[in-house]
T-cell receptor
């Protein structure tokens, strides 16, 4: 079982719509969760972090976490063509005193003008 | 905003040659990482570094790889004898003291082994 799973997409939405991106993880001990955006040929850019069950909103982005279901999602409201990118879900795995981010393979989002 | 700096942005090397990828993490960060992304694939963990020693390394990080923090600012990844399959984007990242911090990634070094 993959540690972090995402649908590879592409997810295609019209401009102005809500894009919904989903992620599941396998390690129940994970405590912090992140969404990164990655444009082609560029490095991952942190856009949201979430640690507690429920919703966290930041501008057009809302992250949702359900630890019981081991599920994280990202909603992008009023999607813009500039949001077209690959969105990476990442989970911070803690083992002994070592931390590392484990990434999913990413969901490619296409926002159609 | 503080950033992680990586050099060079692109390196071409012949198979069997040694390469050193350089990174300057954010100055007050304590944890340092190297990740790799082969074209079209996921971002993969290579190694984490804390308190001047390796905290964890992946199966990819074999004896051909090493990391070093030679002074108070630089963090390097050395590949001793490059193989064709080492061609990838290599990202350096750093984070602060809390596990709730996301990592800040550098812009990456594209390594091409020919």
């Amino acid at each position: 079982q993959k540690e972090v799973e995402q649908n590879s997409g592409p997810l295609s939405v019209p401009e102005g719509a809500i894009a919904s991106l989903n992620c599941t993880y396998s390690d129940r001990g994970s405590q912090s969760f992140f969404w990164y955006r990655q444009y082609s040929g560029k490095s991952p850019e942190l856009i949201m972090s979430i640690y507690s069950n429920g919703d966290k909103e930041d501008g057009r982005f809302t992250a949702q976490l359900n630890k019981a279901s081991q599920y994280v999602s990202l909603l992008i409201r009023d999607s813009q063509p500039s949001d077209s990118a690959t969105y990476l879900c990442a989970v911070n795995r803690v083992m002994d005193s070592s931390y590392k981010l484990i990434f999913g393979s990413g969901t490619r989002l296409l926002v159609r003008p | 905003e503080p950033e992680v700096t990586q050099t060079p942005s692109h390196q071409v090397t012949q198979m069997g040659q040694e390469v050193i990828l350089r990174c300057v993490p954010i100055s007050n960060h304590l944890y340092f990482y190297w990740y790799r992304q082969i074209l079209g694939q996921k971002v993969e963990f290579l190694v984490s570094f804390y308190n001047n020693e390796i905290s964890e390394k992946s199966e990819i990080f074999d004896d051909q790889f090493s990391v070093e923090r030679p002074d108070g600012s630089n963090f390097t990844l050395k590949i001793r004898s490059t193989k064709l399959e080492d061609s990838a984007m290599y990202f350096c990242a750093s984070s602060g003291t809390s596990i709730n911090y996301g990592y800040t990634f550098g812009s990456g070094t594209r390594l091409t082994v020919v």
